[in-house]
């Protein structure tokens, strides 16, 4: 099985390919949209702002091509917001947009909105939290009713219709989204030990349809 | 409920010449375990994350040596924090390409708190921790640099809440406040100060200093309403074994990862 990661210019890309190879895979991390085509997984990383992730995902010519892929793909943190069609993030002099928030790959609907920090809020969302399934998927196979997982985020998606999980911090969000072959994983299943793994695991596992 | 948030257990391996040592209130470095080792071990006993931090690196004037983070990342799947000699964006640049998930810096900031800002603009507050060491001194806490070799430890001039004040300014996404005084005389956190940090910064704030019962953590949790809290002895040589303290504290009341 080929499994390839979009080179989506995040620093901290080293953590997903390790725990990709410890589950027995080999990834190819590339910005190649004919290797990313042609690979019977495909995984979207992202770490850092969503303006600056979507003009290199402009400059590189890979918008369309991801928008158009039938393979399994799985968002990762800022990649899974990426799916959706709006971040309220503002957009960073790089991004070439103007006007308010970032427009992104358009694939699940809904916007990103900024969480709201209260008393016992901290903003940004890092460290363990549960997550509670809002329905079955082969994505989920195995794991227990609140597993636990590793969150670093400030922006968090609506729960809507591909809400396959749901996490609290202040208010819920969509934890884990599905729409047709796109998944997304709103914390690092490659550092969530083994409920990470697991959900890795079943990614790899997910049917080629 | 509004947050499910667990509170972090974070085992600390001193790294000297590639292995993890400890030493009593600084001196004294004993060996007590290969890193990887180490490491593995820690992770799949259920702690939330884990520090290493360099003490020879800042007084030899060298940056962290990053071959091991790639071993490090490359086994454990927790997040990790890399400390000591990190001066400049670019050493930063390199430990987390190697895999770490966050930097820590305590002697550089203090020489050149700019490096703070910097590094938040470079790679956002989640992956900028502060270390604090503080000590007791004429009736107030204060900071001292150069903790990793005891000749060369100075006193730095800030007083400690001010510093808290300052680097949470500055973008700091965590602050680990180590109470030298209480540093491995495993006697119990220092409440009092930890709380007094407590009241003046909201971002994430870890305990370290005193861990010498699963007693002391649940202590901490309850009076200092700190986020984490770090130990380095009792975890090595398994006085307070990371599942049993674990589940201490969720039979107290304390969220933590099961």
Same mark, same amino acid.
């Given at each position: 099985?080929?499994?390839?990661?979009?080179?989506?210019?995040?620093?901290?890309?080293?953590?997903?390919?390790?725990?990709?190879?410890?589950?027995?895979?080999?990834?190819?991390?590339?910005?190649?949209?004919?290797?990313?085509?042609?690979?019977?997984?495909?995984?979207?990383?992202?770490?850092? +702002?969503?303006?600056?992730?979507?003009?290199?995902?402009?400059?590189?010519?890979?918008?369309? !091509?991801?928008?158009?892929?039938? =393979?399994?793909?799985?968002?990762?943190?800022?990649?899974?917001?990426?799916?959706?069609?709006?971040?309220?993030?503002?957009?960073?002099? =790089?991004?070439?947009?103007?006007?308010?928030?970032?427009?992104?790959?358009?694939?699940?609907?809904?916007?990103?909105?900024?969480?709201?920090?209260?008393?016992?809020?901290?903003?940004?969302?890092?460290?363990?939290?549960?997550?509670?399934?809002?329905? =079955?998927?082969?994505?989920?196979?195995?794991?227990?009713?609140?597993?636990?997982?590793?969150?670093?985020?400030?922006?968090?998606?609506?729960?809507?219709?591909?809400?396959?999980?749901?996490?609290?911090?202040?208010?819920?969000?969509? +934890?884990?989204?599905?729409?047709?072959?796109?998944?997304?994983?709103?914390?690092?299943?490659?550092?969530?030990?083994?409920?990470?793994?697991?959900?890795?695991?079943?990614?790899?596992?997910?049917? !080629?349809? | 409920?509004?947050?499910?948030?667990?509170?972090?257990?974070?085992?600390?391996?001193?790294?000297?010449?590639?292995?993890?040592?400890?030493?009593?209130?600084?001196?004294?470095?004993?060996?007590?375990?290969?890193?990887?080792?180490?490491?593995?071990?820690? *992770?799949?006993?259920?702690?939330?994350?884990?520090?290493?931090?360099?003490?020879?690196?800042?007084?030899?004037?060298?940056?962290?040596? &990053?071959?091991?983070?790639?071993?490090?990342?490359?086994?454990?799947?927790?997040?990790?924090?890399?400390?000591?000699?990190?001066?400049?964006?670019?050493?930063?640049?390199?430990?987390?390409?190697?895999?770490?998930?966050?930097?820590?810096?305590?002697?550089?900031?203090?020489?050149?708190?700019?490096?703070?800002?910097?590094?938040?603009?470079?790679?956002?507050?989640?992956?900028?921790?502060?270390?604090?060491? &503080?000590?007791?001194?004429?009736?107030?806490?204060?900071?001292?640099?150069?903790?990793?070799?005891?000749?060369?430890?100075?006193?730095?001039?800030?007083?400690? %809440?001010?510093?808290?004040?300052?680097?949470?300014?500055?973008?700091?996404?965590?602050?680990?406040?180590?109470?030298?005084? *209480?540093?491995?005389?495993?006697?119990?956190?220092?409440?009092?100060? %930890?709380?007094?940090?407590?009241?003046?910064?909201?971002?994430?704030?870890?305990?370290?200093?005193?861990?010498?019962?699963?007693?002391?953590?649940?202590?901490?949790?309850?009076?200092?309403?700190?986020?984490?809290? %770090?130990?380095?002895?009792?975890?090595?040589?398994?006085?307070?074994?990371?599942?049993?303290?674990?589940?201490?504290?969720?039979?107290?009341?304390?969220?933590?990862?099961?």
């Amino acid at each position: 099985m080929t499994l390839a990661i979009i080179d989506s210019g995040g620093a901290n890309i080293s953590s997903v390919m390790h725990a990709l190879r410890r589950l027995g895979t080999e990834p190819v991390f590339t910005a190649d949209a004919a290797i990313i085509r042609n690979a019977d997984r495909v995984i979207l990383p992202g770490v850092g +702002a969503a303006g600056t992730a979507m003009a290199r995902l402009r400059e590189l010519e890979l918008v369309a !091509c991801i928008r158009e892929l039938r =393979q399994p793909v799985l968002g990762i943190c800022l990649g899974m917001q990426l799916l959706f069609e709006r971040s309220e993030e503002e957009p960073d002099s =790089q991004s070439g947009q103007s006007g308010s928030g970032v427009g992104c790959l358009g694939i699940i609907p809904g916007t990103l909105r900024k969480l709201e920090p209260a008393a016992d809020v901290r903003v940004p969302h890092m460290g363990w939290n549960t997550t509670t399934a809002a329905c =079955q998927d082969p994505l989920l196979n195995g794991l227990p009713e609140h597993p636990w997982f590793y969150f670093v985020h400030s922006f968090a998606a609506p729960i809507g219709d591909g809400t396959l999980a749901s996490c609290t911090h202040g208010e819920p969000f969509a +934890a884990i989204v599905h729409k047709e072959n796109f998944y997304g994983a709103q914390f690092h299943p490659e550092r969530s030990a083994r409920h990470g793994a697991k959900l890795l695991a079943n990614f790899l596992e997910l049917s !080629c349809n | 409920m509004t947050t499910n948030l667990a509170r972090r257990i974070i085992p600390c391996l001193d790294v000297r010449d590639g292995q993890v040592v400890k030493g009593v209130q600084f001196r004294n470095h004993r060996v007590m375990g290969d890193i990887i080792e180490l490491a593995t071990r820690y *992770s799949a006993e259920g702690a939330d994350e884990l520090v290493f931090y360099d003490i020879t690196a800042s007084p030899e004037g060298r940056s962290v040596d &990053s071959d091991w983070v790639s071993r490090v990342a490359e086994v454990i799947d927790i997040p990790f924090c890399v400390a000591g000699g990190i001066r400049s964006v670019e050493d930063a640049r390199k430990v987390l390409q190697r895999g770490a998930d966050k930097i820590s810096i305590n002697t550089p900031a203090v020489q050149r708190p700019e490096l703070i800002d910097e590094l938040v603009m470079a790679f956002g507050s989640q992956c900028v921790v502060v270390g604090i060491d &503080s000590v007791h001194h004429d009736g107030q806490w204060v900071t001292r640099q150069m903790t990793g070799i005891p000749d060369q430890m100075q006193q730095t001039g800030h007083k400690t %809440l001010d510093w808290v004040t300052e680097v949470t300014r500055r973008g700091a996404g965590e602050i680990v406040l180590n109470c030298m005084g *209480s540093d491995g005389t495993r006697a119990g956190f220092d409440i009092v100060q %930890l709380q007094a940090a407590r009241n003046l910064t909201s971002v994430p704030l870890i305990a370290s200093g005193g861990a010498g019962s699963a007693g002391h953590f649940i202590e901490v949790f309850e009076q200092a309403d700190v986020d984490g809290a %770090l130990a380095a002895t009792v975890f090595h040589n398994n006085k307070v074994p990371i599942p049993a303290l674990k589940q201490m504290l969720s039979a107290a009341g304390i969220g933590v990862r099961l």
